[in-house]
Nanobody, 127 residues
Framework: QVQLVESGGGSVQAGGSLRVSCVVYGDASINRCIGWFRQAPGKEREGVTSIHIGSGSTYYADSVKGRFTISQDYAKNTVYLQMKSLKPEDTAVYYC????????????????????WGQGTQVTVSS
């Protein structure tokens, strides 16, 4: 049973930084992608970034390019999301999720493609 557990959320002022983590339990396959998603109140869940565990290829939504960085520590089975220059519009619950792929690329980070989900961690950015 694959389980994902996020941590590291919190509150920060605009312009600040925060790092959230996603630990994956029950699976060490390299043929998978870990994606970060977020959902703000009253809005649909949206893909933010993803990383292919085997190839290391990454994808970023335009809204976070240059500000967010996804990385992994394979030995710890952990994926990180480093967020810088945070804006109030980044306020949301952040989720990590996993999907399995046959290639070395994750493609677009779309909700319907990801099968396993964490419980989410709240990130609040105040102005």
């Amino acid at each position: 049973q694959v389980q994902l557990v996020e941590s590291g959320g919190g509150s920060v002022q605009a312009g600040g930084s925060l790092r959230v983590s996603c630990v994956v339990y029950g699976d060490a396959s390299i043929n998978r992608c870990i994606g970060w998603f977020r959902q703000a109140p009253g809005k649909e869940r949206e893909g933010v970034t993803s990383i292919h565990i085997g190839s290391g290829s990454t994808y970023y939504a335009d809204s976070v390019k240059g500000r967010f960085t996804i990385s992994q520590d394979y030995a710890k089975n952990t994926v990180y999301l480093q967020m810088k220059s945070l804006k109030p519009e980044d306020t949301a619950v952040y989720y990590c999720a996993a999907k399995y792929v046959a290639t070395g690329f994750c493609g677009a980070t779309t909700v319907v493609d990801y099968k396993y989900w964490g419980q989410g961690t709240q990130v609040t950015v105040s102005s």
